[in-house]
C-alpha cells in the first residue's frame, strides 16, 4: 500500500508539472489561468507567479483581473518577493478601491514593507516606510482583525529606531567623541522620551560629559566638571536604583575631588 501511494504521488506530481509546461508554453490565456490558480491553491507559488505574470497584461479591464492581480501579488508576498508584492499589492488597493480585498491588500502591502525592514545597524529606510504603511493601515480600518498585529509590528519598528538612535549614541561613547556622545543622546531622549533605554542614555551621557571633562585643557575644565556633577545628579533622580549607579558614584566622587581643587584655590 504505501508503495502504491508513492507511486501514485509521482504520477501526480509529474502529471502537475506536464500541467504547468503545456500552460507556460500555451497561448491561452485561460488556460494558464486555471492552471496558475491552481498552483496557487497547492502553496506552488512561484510557478503561479510566472503564469500570471503572463497574462495579467491580456486580463486588463476584464472582469477576472481583479482576482487575478490580488492573487498575483499574494504569491509574491508567500514567496518572500516583498519588494515585488507590496508594489502590487498597492496598485490593486489603487485598482480596485471598492473590492472586498482592499482592506487584506491595505494590511499585507505595509507587511512586505515590514519584512524589509533590516536590522537596526542598518539603513532604515524601509523601517521608516513600513511605519508610514502601518499607521495608514491602523487609521483606515481601525476595527479590522488585523490591527493588534499591525500594532504590535509599529511597536517592534519604532523600538528599532530607539536602539538605532540609542547605538549611535554610545558608539560616539566608545570611540572618544564625548561631545557627539552627549548631543546624541540629548536627541535621543526628545525623539523617545518613554525609552526603556532612557536609564542607559542618562548614565552614557554622564559618562560622557565626565570623560570629557576629565581630558579637557585646563580653562574649560572647571566648567565641564560642573556640567558632569549636574548630569549625575540628574541621573541619580530618577534612577536611584540604577545597576550602573556604583559606577557613576564611583566618577562623580573623583569629579567633586577635582572641583574641590578649584574651590580651594579661589
Do not use: W
Not at 5 to 16: E, G, H, I, K, R
Not at 77 to 85: C, M, N, P
Not at 108 to 125: F, G, I, N, T
Request: proline fraction near 2%.
Amino acid at each position: 500500500m504505501k508503495n502504491l501511494f508513492y507511486l501514485l504521488l509521482l504520477v501526480l506530481t509529474l502529471s502537475s508539472c506536464n500541467e504547468y509546461q503545456k500552460a507556460l508554453k500555451s497561448e491561452d490565456i485561460a488556460a494558464k489561468y486555471k492552471v496558475g490558480e491552481e498552483l496557487y491553491n497547492a502553496g506552488k507559488f512561484s510557478k503561479a507567479n510566472r503564469l500570471f505574470e503572463q497574462i495579467i497584461p491580456q486580463y486588463r479591464g476584464k472582469p477576472q483581473a481583479e482576482r487575478l492581480m490580488f492573487l498575483n501579488a499574494d504569491a509574491s508576498y508567500q514567496t518572500g518577493e516583498f519588494y515585488v508584492a507590496g508594489y502590487h499589492f498597492e496598485r490593486f488597493v489603487s485598482a480596485y478601491p471598492k473590492s472586498s480585498k482592499r482592506e487584506e491588500a491595505t494590511f499585507k502591502a505595509a507587511k512586505s514593507y515590514y519584512q524589509l525592514s533590516p536590522v537596526y545597524s542598518k539603513d532604515q529606510e524601509d523601517t521608516y516606510t513600513a511605519l508610514e504603511k502601518l499607521q495608514n493601515f491602523i487609521n483606515v480600518y481601525p476595527e479590522s482583525t488585523d490591527v493588534t498585529e499591525a500594532n504590535a509590528l509599529v511597536k517592534e519598528l519604532s523600538f528599532k529606531l530607539e536602539k538605532k538612535a540609542f547605538e549611535t549614541a554610545k558608539q560616539y561613547n566608545r570611540i572618544s567623541d564625548y561631545k557627539a556622545s552627549i548631543s546624541a543622546i540629548d536627541n535621543f531622549i526628545i525623539d523617545f522620551p518613554g525609552s526603556s533605554l532612557r536609564e542607559e542614555a542618562l548614565y552614557i551621557k554622564f559618562d560622557s560629559a565626565y570623560q570629557l571633562a576629565v581630558r579637557s585643557v585646563e580653562f574649560k575644565k572647571k566648567a565641564r566638571l560642573e556640567a558632569a556633577e549636574a548630569y549625575y545628579n540628574a541621573f541619580k533622580k530618577a534612577y536611584a536604583s540604577s545597576t550602573f549607579l556604583e559606577d557613576a558614584t564611583t566618577k562623580y566622587e573623583d569629579t567633586l575631588e577635582q572641583l574641590e581643587q578649584y574651590n580651594t584655590k579661589s
